[in-house]
């Protein structure tokens, strides 16, 4: 009962601080017909580096080590809107080689750590 409590307040949180440091930008602009039929690809794209970095056995035994499985992590990748998936996919790319995560800004750690939070919640 009060590791729910402490999980529910730290969820809290978390979800606060991600609130409070989170910048929003609204952008406008004309899409031509071909930007928008080739935007699935880039989607089905995005989706295909999440899983593949998903896939790789240091980020799994992460996700273990909290508490989810492959085949949960999968489903839940799977579940992921498409503008979810493209900023994920986004800040895999722009994560450095070799794991240094000193290059990270406290906005992409906190967004990171949402999505992994939102993964656990869904459970």
Same mark, same amino acid.
């Given at each position: 009962m009060k590791f729910k409590l402490i999980t529910r307040v730290f969820i809290s949180l978390a979800l606060a601080l991600g609130f409070l440091f989170s910048t929003t930008h609204a952008q406008a602009e004309l899409v031509s017909t071909p930007q928008v039929v080739a935007q699935p690809a880039s989607v089905v794209q995005d989706r295909a580096l999440i899983q593949a970095f998903v896939a790789r056995q240091d980020v799994q035994k992460q996700l273990e080590s909290l508490g989810l499985s492959h085949v949960i992590t999968a489903e839940r990748v799977a579940l992921l809107s498409d503008s979810e998936a493209r900023e994920l996919a986004r800040k895999i790319r722009e994560m450095p080689a070799g794991g =240094? $995560? +000193? =290059? $990270?800004? +406290? +906005?992409? /750690? /906190? /967004? *990171? %750590? %949402? @999505? $992994? *939070? @939102? $993964? *656990? %919640? @869904? %459970?």
């Open positions: =240094n $995560l +000193s =290059n $990270l800004s +406290s +906005s992409d /750690i /906190i /967004i *990171i %750590l %949402l @999505v $992994l *939070i @939102v $993964l *656990i %919640l @869904v %459970l």
